[in-house]
């Protein structure tokens, strides 16, 4: 063998011995795909224009990001999706990179109400692992629904939360006596919807939903034409919210958090969300309150100026 034939046969051996050591590594990884980027999954629904996807836990959520700076992720609520941010956003994004996601099974997804992945725990571990793929730590924003996830990361995944903004949203800490019945019936209210939606009346279940969350009969008659075509759009989330186990919390784990946390509730919201952000509050008292004046429950649409202000005031200081 000459003296190149030799070089050859080393540079190989070389090369199997490393690629050898990186098998192993892998397997001591539980294998090479945990430690590589997740490999991306096609939607097998439309993706708007101006909308990417990440791909978490096998789904490929649907995010939009506008703007530069510090990343501040926002997280819709129930029937809605990104789009919810859309407006309230446009004047950040000359200071902040601003990313509203779409959780699992909400729009552009057109979902159907199969499976039982629509669960605050697989919504919150989507989450955590998306801020993960963009780099975190981040500033995170959640709003009615999408607080419970946004909570759920900051008390379990404190490292990938710089701030927490919680916009009526969250543990319903509220004390309770041991005779407590709750007012609202989520799953029985879910079952009376999917028994219209079964039926083709998405209009018939979304307007006895949405009327009895508000808790104002004749209130799905009064949302615009546009914002129903939204409610439509994420249909059967109203359904998903209403399955498995009641979301919980306790005031000594809410008080635990370590990151600053900022408590945003609207002016004329409704008396019971009011009161869970006061529970809130209680139990973490170095927390930041805020009222947006003149808007209810959906402050950062009906008081934009308001609620960017009380925003950058918490996240600058």
């Not at 011995?17 to 795909?33: E, K, P, R």
């Not at 836990?57 to 990104?82: C, E, K, Q, W």
């Not at 779409?102 to 955590?128: C, N, V």
Request: proline share 8%.
């Amino acid at each position: 063998m000459n003296d190149a034939a030799r070089i050859s046969r080393l540079s190989r051996l070389g090369l199997a011995n490393v690629l050898a050591v990186a098998g192993a590594i892998c397997l001591g990884l539980s294998g090479c795909q945990s430690a590589m980027a997740p490999k991306p999954v096609a939607p097998a629904w439309t993706i708007p224009s101006g909308v990417a996807t990440q791909t978490v836990n096998g789904y490929p959520m649907a995010y939009s990001s506008r703007g530069s700076g510090p990343t501040i992720v926002f997280l819709h609520g129930v029937l809605l999706d990104y789009r919810y941010w859309q407006q309230p956003l446009e004047t950040w994004t000359g200071d902040y990179r601003v990313v509203a996601i779409s959780m699992r099974h909400f729009y552009p997804e057109h979902w159907d109400g199969k499976g039982d992945d629509f669960t605050i725990s697989q919504h919150t571990k989507d989450l955590a692992a998306f801020i993960e793929s963009i780099g975190g730590p981040v500033y995170l924003v959640g709003w009615s629904y999408g607080g419970a996830a946004a909570y759920e990361v900051a008390r379990t995944r404190p490292d990938l939360v710089k701030k927490l903004v919680l916009v009526e949203g969250g543990p319903d800490l509220r004390p309770k006596p041991a005779d407590f019945v709750p007012k609202a019936d989520p799953t029985g209210r879910a079952a009376k919807v999917e028994k219209f939606f079964d039926t083709g009346d998405v209009d018939g279940g979304l307007a006895y939903g949405v009327d009895e969350i508000n808790g104002r009969p004749g209130f799905w008659a009064s949302v615009p034409e546009e914002s129903r075509q939204i409610m439509r759009e994420n249909a059967w989330t109203i359904v998903g919210i209403g399955r498995g186990e009641p979301y919980t919390g306790t005031c000594a784990q809410f008080g635990a958090l370590k990151m600053p946390v900022l408590l945003v509730k609207g002016e004329i919201t409704a008396p019971s969300l009011r009161d869970i952000v006061l529970a809130q509050a209680k139990c973490l008292p170095q927390a930041t309150v805020v009222t947006i004046p003149k808007a209810g429950h959906a402050s950062a649409r009906m008081n934009p100026p308001a609620f960017k202000e009380a925003v950058y005031s918490f996240l600058q200081h």
